[in-house]
């Protein structure tokens, strides 16, 4: 288990965090937290503002691939994986592999590229819907900390139930690594219930046993 950050390659957004933070309220967490239209597709306000593919997970599968020695036919699994955009890219890049993704999100998964449609379950990532021992890479980007505490130590433990022994897992989460970077983030997280300090999320996988690597959304 280690700190690696596996998305060096994805292009860092632009964050206006004062703006942000001077529109956000409890009644837009509670509609992004829904995510239906709004979070994905609505205004900028509610989430992405337009969640629509364009390449960008291209490099990082080309990162994850040669860091985990990816064979052309291993089992990848993508916790959140919202409208398939990253596994379409393993697709792309791995014809041979097999994939799976899971959503809480019934919007996201509906209106997921086709080509990977067949691959995508609706189901929250504290249950997932998976035998023990299936997966040669399980991933979760930006999403675990979106469950309540317990519940995201659960998707921590589910996340190594369905790891195959010898597999690897990779997660990034909220975090922070001093008062500005935590203020940062108070001001610009939107749907996030689980966050804190990284060397408090380094003890909780402990706790937990999560034995895959992790890297920090910093705002
Ligand atoms: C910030 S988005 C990240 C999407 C994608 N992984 C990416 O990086 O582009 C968070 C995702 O987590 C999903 N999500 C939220 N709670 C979830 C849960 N309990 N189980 C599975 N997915 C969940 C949302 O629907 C959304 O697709």
New binding site residues.
């Given amino acids: 288990m280690g700190e690696v950050n596996l998305l060096d390659m994805y292009p860092v957004a632009d964050r206006p965090i004062e703006e942000r933070a001077k529109t956000l309220t409890e009644e837009v967490r509670a509609v992004a937290r829904e ?1 239906g239209r709004e ?2 597709d609505g205004d900028r306000l509610y ?1 992405y503002g337009g ?1 629509r593919y364009d390449g960008r997970w291209q490099k990082v599968v080309a990162r994850l691939r040669e860091h985990y020695g990816l064979d052309d036919d291993a089992a990848v699994l ?5 409208k398939g ?2 596994l379409y890219d393993f697709r792309q890049a791995m014809p041979g592999a097999t994939l799976a993704g ?4 019934e919007y ?1 998964i509906e209106h997921a590229i086709d080509d990977v449609k067949p691959y995508l379950q609706v ?4 249950v997932l819907p998976y035998a023990d021992d299936s997966f040669d890479l399980v991933l ?5 900390h ?2 309540p505490r317990e ?1 995201c130590k659960q ?1 921590l433990r589910e996340i190594e139930r369905v790891k195959k022994p010898g597999g690897h897992a990779f997660v990034t989460v909220d975090a922070w690594r001093n008062d500005v970077e935590r203020d940062r983030l108070m001001k610009w997280m939107l ?1 996030a219930y689980t966050f804190m300090h990284v060397d408090e999320w380094v003890e909780l996988f402990e706790e937990v046993g999560y034995t895959g690597d992790y890297y920090w959304f910093i705002a």
């Fill in positions: 995510y979070f994905f989430g969640y993508d916790i959140g994986c919202a955009f990253l899971v959503d809480v999100s996201a189901a929250s990532a504290d979760s980007i930006s999403t675990i979106n469950l519940a998707a749907t």
